[in-house]
Each structure stands twice: as C-alpha cells, then as structure tokens.
C-alpha cells in the first residue's frame, strides 16, 4: 500500500446564494461515498440518477447504493439539449411516482447536469439536485452557478432557470475516462480562469500539464479546487450576472462567435475559447493594457496544450459581424474582457470593430 502516490486532501467548498447555500465535495473517490455525503446534505432519499448511456457504462457502477432507484439515461450530445430530452425525464419521474421528497443526482457532462438540472427546477415547480459532473468543463465550470437550462432550435441555452445545487460532488477520477481532446477542452477554461483571477492557477496549470494529461488525481485536485473557488467566489458576489460574473466571459465574445460562423462544428467550446482568449489577449497588448510578455505567456502555455481545430479559412470579417449578432455590440463599440496582467482583468465597453478584426487577423484568421 505504501508504494501508492498519497492522494491530494479533499477540498470542501460552501456557495452561498440567495435561497441558502451549498457545498461543492472536490476528493478522489468522492462518488465512492456519494450516498453518505447526500445524506449528510440533507438530499431526500429518493434519488433518480440522471445519466447518458456512455457515461452510466463507464461509472454507474460507483454509484451502486446510492440509489434504488432505476437511472434515466437520457442521449448524449449537445443536440439532445432540448426540451424533448427534458420531457423524458418527466415521464420517468412521474412514472417512478417521483414525489416532492424526491432528488434528482445529474451525473455526467455539462449537458447531462444542464437538461437535468432544468427538469428539477421545473418537476412538481422544483425538486433538489445534485451535480456529479464527470467532463473537466463540467467539473470547473457548468456544476456550479445554478444556471440550467437546454436550446431552442433558434439558438443556445433560450430556455433556461436559476436552480442552484443541493451539493456538487466532484471527482477528479472520473475524468481517467474522458477523452483527450474533451479534456483539453475543459482546460482551457482552467487558464481562463488562471488568467482572469490567479496567477498561481496558471503557473500550476503550466508546470503540472503532462501529469494533468496523465490524469493524475494529486495534480488534477488542486487545479479543479481553485477553477471552483474562483467560479463560487465569483458567483456568489455576482448571482444573476449584472457585473462581476462577466468577467467569466474572458475569452467568449470571439469564442461564441468562431463557434457560431462554423455552425457549432468545429470547435468544442473550450477550444474557440481558447482562440477568444488569444485574441483578447493580442487586442490587449496592442491597446497597451496587458504587457507583451504576459500575452506571449498566455499564448505559449494554449500552444504547450497541443493542437486547435485550423482557423486560417475562416474571415475575420465574418467572425465580427456573429460578434454584433451575439447582441454584443452598442453603437459600434464591444463589451470585452481584457486583462491587464495574469491574474487580473478589466471591462471595457469601447473596443471597436477595427481593433478585433486587427485581433483575429494576428491570430491567423484572413482579413475580409
Ligand atoms: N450551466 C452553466 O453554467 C454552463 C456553463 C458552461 C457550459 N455549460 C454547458 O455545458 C455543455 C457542455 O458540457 P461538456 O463539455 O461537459 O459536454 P457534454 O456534456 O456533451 O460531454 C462531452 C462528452 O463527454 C462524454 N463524457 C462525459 N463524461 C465522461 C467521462 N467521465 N468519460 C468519458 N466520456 C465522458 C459525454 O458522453 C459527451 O460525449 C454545453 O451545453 C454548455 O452550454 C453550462
Ligand atoms: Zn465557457
């Protein structure tokens, strides 16, 4: 036993809100003891996990006993973020005779805890639920805040409520499993998070790459615990998004926009993120704000990360016009997040359309 690497200590997070607030569970093994820590939360006995068949295949059976409730898979895939997924879950839960002293545990990636999370803010008007988030993005990122909700067939995320949490159990073993690139694609959003609040996020992130790569719960621990603190923190100061929370926004002005122009083909979200981030960084440092080292840092740790889907047939031009559809745009001028320095950020409201054009077009897309 002794030859065993010693194992990253738990990390236990509490989120307040408006209604109360919640804890976020981040440990090695933590689904191991899941049933425990739910009952220690005060999560109502009756637990209807909802799952995807991919991901119940490889983990459900950790969650043996936390329920005797039979799981509802529901189909994997952002195209399945809609209301008819949302429909089947109901019909599962009314079916099972899912009563007010019922939970629902959301265990997969963001669209899982979303569509799921969406179904117990609305079943019976509102029943807890817990998020088991099993991708990197989900992990850092889509757990926590309370947001869910699905698409409209016009658009991402129309439909959706503020539903915060009974608790959000995190373990970081869970992500052995995931694919390589779903993996660096939640990454990205670590350095996003490193870059807009902490400095010691994204050396950590930097000098830990292989044995995060590896999936090494030692390494891969700190580095999600800190993702969620700087997402709790900020959450909790900014609920409803009118300020501070924009400042998670770093990086996805250009980011939704590049995943707009290729129709949501092309890119995992973390990885037009990651271009969005280059790009702010880039308009920064012309502007000034950010000194030139720390964006060829932030540049040369996306680049150490490995490779992004190509972007050089794509135009700035039309990458800026899906910016003013983005509703982005007042009199000409963008809202954009800048930072100033890794670990620090400022909003503007007057970058023009120029200055991004000139942004993308350092970043490798094509001018016109
Ligand atoms: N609510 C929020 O605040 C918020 C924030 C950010 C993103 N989101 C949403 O999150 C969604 C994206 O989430 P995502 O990137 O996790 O995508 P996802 O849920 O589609 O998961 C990505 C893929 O990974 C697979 N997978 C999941 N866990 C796995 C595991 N442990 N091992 C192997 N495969 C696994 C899934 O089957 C899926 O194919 C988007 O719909 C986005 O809108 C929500
Ligand atoms: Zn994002």
Redesign the pocket.
Known sequence: MSSLPPLADPVRLTVRTSAGSYAIEIAAEATRWLGQLLDAAGVPARRFVVS?Q??WR??GERLQGVTGEEAILIP???RF?HLATVGRIYDSLVRAGADRASAIVAL???????VAGFAAATYLRGIPVVQVP??L??QV??AI?G??GVNHALG??LIGAFHPPAAVVIDPE??A???RR?FR??LYEVVKYGVIASRTLFDQTSRDLAALFGRDASALLPVVAASCRIKATIVEQDERESGLRRTLNFGHTAGHALEAVTKYRRF??GEAVAYGMLAASALAAARGVLPESERAEIASLIAKMGPLPAVADLSAADVVEATKRDKKVIAGRLHFVLPTAIGATTIVGDVTLEELTRALVGIGLKEG
């Open positions: 995807t991919t991901v490889l983990h994997d895939g952002e973020k997969g990636g963001g669209v899982t805890g979303d099993t991708t993005l989900a990122d889509s805040g947001k869910v991402k995320n869970l992500l499993t995931l694919p779903e694609a939640g995992r979200h």
